[in-house]
């Protein structure tokens, strides 16, 4: 299983000098399956290189596209994605039980005269609304795909791919907490990424910021800490870095999270999320 990411910005894009190495594109990550299928999760502004380039390379038949919630920051790229205008591709689309009627409203509400120069259903590629993981894991060959429901606003999911005994977990736009929101807590979310090889968590805030920022749906970069520990993750990647975090911005929180692996004599490998770099787990 390869991982790359497109986007990893929170909230809004920021394209600019300072923000050159950690990436300004909004949510958007590409996974390669073992099998060779093609997954992405969130349709952010970053959608829109990865479909230029799925085009240009290797357009399959089957995309599979899953939305985490409808935000803007995570939608608005699709009316960008290359691949929904070439009919030999089929998007099969799944996740947040909002994910299709979100993914039509950045073409058109019905409250507007539109919001884009072409509807949505001009769109020459097969796409389809998978709705299978709200009802249980998702399964691609031999990934299986498990959800969760996450801390924020208006609703969200997080995911879980497995593949053997390899693991990875995705969650952002999760706000951890200690006391228990829509019967969801900190525990259930530790359950849910035992034993992760790579977990990739929301830390949009520092600590200072999280107490003007609760109830928006987002963690700290100290909470992501303890989460990952507890759930003896092998690796985290901070994610969903905030609009106005510089690249030094961003440093500096990486060697801060690191530093409380140090003190808590973790080896847990701790690195912020970085627009175009891929691993492999």
């Known amino acids: 299983m390869k991982i790359r990411f497109w986007g990893t910005r929170g909230s809004i894009a920021v394209p600019g000098n300072d923000t050159n190495v950690y990436g300004g594109n909004t949510t958007c990550l590409e996974i390669t399956l073992s099998s060779g299928k093609t997954l992405i999760i969130d349709a952010g502004t970053g959608i829109r290189p990865l479909g230029e380039r799925l085009i240009k390379e290797k357009c399959q038949d089957d995309i599979y596209l899953l939305i985490t919630h409808i935000h803007w920051d995570h939608i608005l790229g699709f009316p960008f994605f290359s691949p929904i205008y070439n009919p030999s591709c089929k998007i099969h689309i799944d996740g947040n039980h909002n994910c299709l009627r979100g993914l039509k409203y950045t073409f058109d509400n019905r409250m507007g005269d539109g919001f884009f120069p072409v509807k949505f259903s001009d769109l020459s590629a097969r796409i389809e609304n998978l709705g299978r993981i709200k009802n249980g894991p998702l399964i691609i060959d031999d990934t299986v795909i498990d959800s969760i429901p996450l801390h924020h606003p208006q609703g969200g999911i997080g995911f879980r791919f497995s593949e053997g005994d390899k693991r990875f977990v995705f969650m952002t736009d999760n706000e951890l907490r200690g006391d228990k929101w829509d019967e969801r807590s900190v525990k259930e979310y530790t359950e849910f990424c035992k034993g992760a090889d790579i977990l990739i968590h929301d830390s949009q805030y520092t600590p200072e910021e999280i107490t003007r920022h609760k109830g928006w749906g987002h963690s700290d970069y100290e909470a992501a800490f303890e989460l990952a520990r507890r759930s003896e993750a092998k690796r985290l990647i901070l994610f969903h870095h905030d609009p106005p975090r510089t690249d030094a911005q961003i440093r500096e929180i990486e060697v801060l ?25």
């Open 257 to 281: 999270c690191r530093g409380l692996a140090a003190d808590k004599n973790s080896d847990l490998m701790i690195e912020a999320a970085k627009e175009n770099t891929q691993f492999e787990i």
